[in-house]
């Protein structure tokens, strides 16, 4: 391996990653509000939206990203609706994501005895009070290990960001190769900075995960 | 019709070119499955046993294919090896083996899980009756775990499916590819096309993986009584 060739790379390779994490990042929030919103709906059988938010979560799932982006950037302008590669990007991840964001707050509201609900609404606290204070404390820390087994997900997904013609560190990876054929020096680059992405999530989810069993009843 | 460009799936032989294109994705993940399913089984037995040395050594194993997105596996076999070791490895083969490694990852952690939440007392009872390791294993253990197996591993079919659609990045000429030519070649009649078959993809990709998570949601819910 070449160390001149790596400190050449480096900067390319920082740009690269900051461009996937904030695509990352922005998706992961949109995705969040999304499944949150989804998830809402389905806990309150709202009528005709349930059906929606229902097709919605079996056509994310049951598809890939990289095919989702391609409709999306390729297929959606044809009639008329024209989006950046960013956007793109972006609204590619949220889609893919609202869903299985959803599930997990899903799981999590299911998760809670109706006589949880029922204690409280005998102790004469509202609906809204009986959500806020009964409901959701609880529902949040039985999502937690979901929801954060979901981020890394997402974070990975969006290594195909460069089907698109985004810079991200895929698409740098392969045009160094392509332009210099240095394949050993780009792909290490390429592991170390996925890794740098990568870990400190997964060992932030870890300890998340550890401290939110504490708010779980009955365990 | 026209505006849509779905008229191009009709035209020819597209539609069963496209069908074709998902045909290779398809069969790679159906190969994968095959190898990872026995090896991830065999894998994750092991990591259920006190030898701490093969523990540590299937953990490390699993958490590098977990924690690098399948795309950088990807490159690093189609790129890095063939750069590495100098030998010649095509798109296909590359794909086999990474998603093969990736799936019995996967696999392998999903049959630790289900063995470790058989109870203790379940090894212990089947000792106080004198059944033997492979015994316990064959008769008491395996049937108890492939029930909460079932609906997982089912479930990591559908994922294989969706994550081989990266075989496109390596150059594998498969539904996407195929997509683009049908496009380009008829980009003077129907400008329109990449709207019809975009969308015809993605419900293809829908039609493979939809029925499969139904049976392996309906499996769950049976494990569940």
Known sequence: ????????????????????????????????????????????????????????????????????????????????????????????????????MAEAFRSGLEAIPLIQEESALSLGM?????????????????????LVANVIFLLKETSVFSAVSLMDLMFTAKDLIGLY??????LFLLVVFYLIILLPVGILGTILEKRARYAGFGA | MQALGLEVLFKGTNFIRLLGGLGVALKISLLAVLISIPAGILLGTLMTASNPVIRAILRLYLEVMRIMPQLVLLFLVF????????????????????????????????????IISIPKHQYESAAALCLTLPQTYYHIIFPQALRRLLPLSINLITRMIKTTSLILMIGVVEVI?????????????????????????????FAACFPISMLARFLEKRAEI
Request: hydrophobic share 50%; proline share 4%.
């Open chain 1, 181 to 186: 054929y240095d394949t050993t020096e780009a």
């Open chain 1, 126 to 146: 509202t609906r809204f009070q009986t959500i806020r204070y009964i409901i959701l404390p609880q529902a949040v820390s039985v999502s937690v290990p979901a």
């Open chain 2, 177 to 205: 590819k195929v997509s683009q030519q049908i496009i380009e070649a008829n980009r003077m009649s129907s400008p329109n096309a990449a709207f019809g078959v975009y969308l015809t993809v993605l419900l293809l990709y």
């Open chain 2, 79 to 114: 790129f890095g090896t063939t750069r590495a070791l100098g030998w010649d490895l095509s798109g296909e083969t590359s794909a086999l083996i990474v998603f093969s490694l990736w799936g019995t990852a996967e696999m392998s952690d999903l049959v630790r899980g289900a």
């Open chain 1, 1 to 100: 391996m070449d160390v001149s060739v790596l400190t050449e790379y480096l900067p390319l390779y920082k740009e690269a990653a900051l461009l996937t994490v904030k695509l990352g990042l922005l998706g992961i929030l949109f995705a969040t509000v999304l499944g949150l919103v989804c998830a809402a709906v389905l806990y309150f059988k709202i009528p005709v939206l349930k059906a929606i938010v229902k097709i919605y979560i079996e056509l994310s799932r049951n598809t890939p990203l990289l095919i989702q982006l391609f409709f999306i950037y390729y297929g959606l302008p044809k009639i008329g609706i024209r989006t950046s590669p960013e956007v793109c990007g972006v609204a590619g991840l949220a889609f893919l994501g609202g869903s299985y």
